[in-house]
């Protein structure tokens, strides 16, 4: 039992609006941020790897939350906690900048892991339509944030106002959870999963951890995941770097963000109705594979091109990848093993991604390297994720 269907759709919707906005609020700032502490680009890029690193780590714990306390109540103590690390980010310092990375990603962890088990359990006949509504108001949550950072900057009179003030979409999402947790009251995540494993012909719930097409899902999460932070830690200093305006870099950061939501919300309904989800896949990698190319040829002569064409790819991968846990999964119990496998595994390989671009940026002057590294990327993610399209479960 749960609250009015409509009630639950807020929810998740106010909930799904935060899971990439405190990420991408800080991308258009890096620089402030840098000059702020001192910050050499490796160490800049670690204000967005350490979130991502805690994406990882913290999918890890969730699953167990979630049995334990149940999806309902774990989820509003995710948005209190992501609000927290928010506000703890814009402290005095750069020690304070880090940990509150740490609160962000571990919450966003908690989000990302449980949201397609819920789905999964709570609209069964709907998942992949349910899965393109989240992961559309996931992207266009970002899309507003990353077009307002620099705006909110000079309007309120500094970065650490301008990041700051997302805690406050964290705090009403977390109240629009509350039906929810009133009604699980008396209720516990383990005592859903037991139900959901004793279903007439549900059987014994096989680990993931040993099954190739589980990793094969993973894997094509955590490399598309890569792409995906190393544009939100670099997209707007690749444009800067190559002479544009920061507002401008933002303004174009912000579009792609925005076309991110039409693939997001396209490909899960595309996905749905397909066998075999092949050729989306071999539609988004290309995608995105063309876009890092031009971002390399010519970055600000086709910044808008690039921007789109990156946009429609990667927003149409997360959604796929996100799908294809749904569809690989024969119930809801092993949706969510497999979402927190595939999101532990696939965001402390993401996590380096930014890292290793401001590494490799910083060692050569170039931004060449690094968006040749992606690329061999997405020809791994091509090859991984025509496996995992397969029409088969975990």
């Given at each position: 039992?749960?609250?009015?269907?409509?009630?639950?759709?807020?929810?998740?919707?106010?909930?799904?609006?935060?899971?990439?906005?405190?990420?991408?609020?800080?991308s258009p700032l890096v620089s402030e941020?840098?000059?702020?502490?001192?910050?050499?680009s490796a160490a800049s890029s670690l204000v967005t790897s350490v979130p991502v690193l805690f994406l990882g780590l913290g999918a890890l714990v969730a699953p167990w939350f979630g049995r334990r306390f149940g999806a309902e109540r774990v989820l509003p103590a995710a948005l209190l906690l992501l609000g927290a690390g928010i506000l703890v980010r814009v402290l005095p310092s750069a020690a304070a900048l880090y940990g509150g990375g740490v609160l962000v990603g571990t919450a966003i962890a908690l989000l990302n892991v449980l949201m397609?088990?819920?789905?999964?359990?709570?609209?069964?006949?709907?998942?992949?339509?349910?899965?393109?509504?989240?992961?559309?108001?996931?992207?266009?949550?970002?899309?507003?944030?990353?077009?307002?950072?620099?705006?909110?900057?000079?309007?309120?009179?500094?970065?650490?106002?301008?990041?700051?003030i997302w805690s406050l979409l964290a705090a009403v999402a977390a109240l629009a959870w509350l039906p929810q947790v009133v009604v699980a009251r008396g209720r516990t995540g383990a005592a859903h999963e037991v139900r959901a494993a004793a279903a007439p012909g549900s059987g014994a719930v096989r680990s993931v951890w040993r099954s190739a097409l589980a990793w094969q899902v993973t894997l094509f999460m955590g490399l598309q995941s890569l792409w995906s932070y190393v544009l939100i830690a670099w997209m707007p200093t690749i444009f800067t770097d190559h002479g544009m305006s920061r507002s401008t870099a933002g303004v174009v950061f912000a579009f792609n963000n925005l076309i991110q939501v039409a693939g997001a919300f396209a490909v899960p309904l595309l996905a749905g109705r397909m066998r075999s989800q092949r050729p989306l896949i071999v539609l988004v990698t290309t995608m995105v594979a063309a876009g890092y190319a031009g971002l390399m040829v010519a970055p600000v002569q086709g910044a808008w091109v690039w921007s789109a064409v990156l946009g429609l790819g990667q927003g149409g991968a997360v959604g796929l990848?996100?799908?294809?846990?749904?569809?690989?999964?024969?119930?809801?119990?092993?949706?969510?093993?497999?979402?927190?496998?595939a999101q532990t595994v696939g965001y402390l390989l993401a996590a380096a991604g930014p890292l290793a671009a401001g590494a490799l940026h910083q060692a050569t002057g170039s931004w060449t390297p690094p968006i040749a590294a992606v690329l061999g990327v997405c020809a791994t993610a091509l090859a991984v994720g025509l496996l995992a399209a397969r029409n088969r479960t975990v």
């Open positions: 039992m749960v609250a009015h269907p409509a009630l639950l759709m807020v929810g998740i919707v106010l909930a799904s609006l935060n899971m990439r906005a405190a990420l991408a609020s800080v941020l840098a000059a702020a502490y001192g910050l050499s397609p088990g819920l789905i999964k359990r709570d609209f069964p006949d709907r998942a992949a339509s349910m899965t393109s509504v989240y992961t559309g108001a996931m992207i266009a949550g970002a899309t507003v944030v990353a077009a307002a950072s620099v705006p909110l900057e000079r309007a309120l009179g500094g970065w650490q106002a301008s990041l700051g990848a996100l799908t294809l846990i749904v569809l690989r999964s024969g119930d809801a119990v092993t949706a969510a093993r497999l979402s927190g496998m």
